[in-house]
């Protein structure tokens, strides 16, 4: 099992261009999560899906858009990079124990630079 | 909204001593959590303690919980080099999201085990 992946790994962006994010997991877990890490600080939740067909805004959504394609994908595009953008995004689901216990798995990270 | 912060922001320790890494939060919590982030990687699922629960081992990591003073403390004993990495505390804050399993994650502790 993969686990959590993204794609690409790295990417650099000129102000103005856009791109998506691609994050896919096998776990079959109903929950995945988009997260941005600068340099100092914890992750910041951008956006979060439920379950296959729901989307929500987290902390920071501005500048960003969703696409839950299917219990396995969830997207992340932004339509106009903006330098404020630089940073680390990663992709998580979510497991529930049978316990009520629920704990995190994230993906690599894709590193982005806008410039 | 950062909930969690972690203290101190760095800790450099020998191999072999304890080290110990302190989390504070502001809201009502049902859990919080405790992830590692080796450097340019995601995070992983350390430990989780429930509200009602004061005290929690899992190997060398000991996590205490007090929710009067809203604080937690992880524990790591005996470090070793490969211990090197940031640790993050992440609370449930009640209603962030709307959705059980939304975290909110602090600016965590970079900690250095020299060998």
């Known amino acids: 099992n993969a686990g959590v992946t993204q794609t690409p790994k790295f990417q650099v962006l000129k102000t103005g261009q856009s791109m998506t994010l691609q994050c896919a997991q096998d776990?079959?877990?109903?929950?995945m999560y988009w997260y941005r890490q600068d340099p100092g600080m914890g992750l910041r939740l951008i956006y979060y899906s439920a379950s296959e067909g729901t989307t929500d805004k987290g902390e920071v959504p501005n500048g960003y858009n969703v696409s839950r394609l299917n219990k396995r994908e969830f997207s992340l595009r932004l339509e106009s990079a903006a330098p404020s953008q630089t940073s680390v995004y990663f992709c998580?689901?979510?497991?529930?124990?049978?316990?009520?216990?629920?704990?995190?798995?994230f993906g690599p990270g894709t590193r982005l630079t806008v410039t | 909204s950062q909930q969690g912060e972690e203290d101190p922001q760095a800790l450099s320790i020998q191999e072999g001593e304890n080290a110990t890494m302190n989390c504070s939060y502001k809201t009502s919590i049902n859990n919080l959590q405790w992830y590692r982030q080796n450097s340019g990687r995601g995070l992983v699922h350390l430990i989780l303690i429930r509200s009602n629960e004061r005290e929690k081992h899992s190997g060398r990591l000991r996590v205490t919980l007090d929710t009067s003073k809203k604080s937690s403390s992880l524990l790591i004993t005996a470090s070793r080099a490969a211990d090197t990495a940031s640790y993050f505390c992440?609370?449930?804050?009640?209603?962030?999201?709307?959705?059980?399993?939304?975290?909110?994650f602090g600016k965590g502790t970079k900690l250095s085990v020299k060998p």
């Open positions: 998580a689901t979510t497991w529930y124990f049978p316990t009520g216990n629920y704990e995190q798995y």
């Open positions: 776990m079959n877990h109903n929950s």
């Open positions: 992440a609370t449930d804050a009640e209603n962030y999201g709307g959705s059980q399993g939304n975290l909110i």
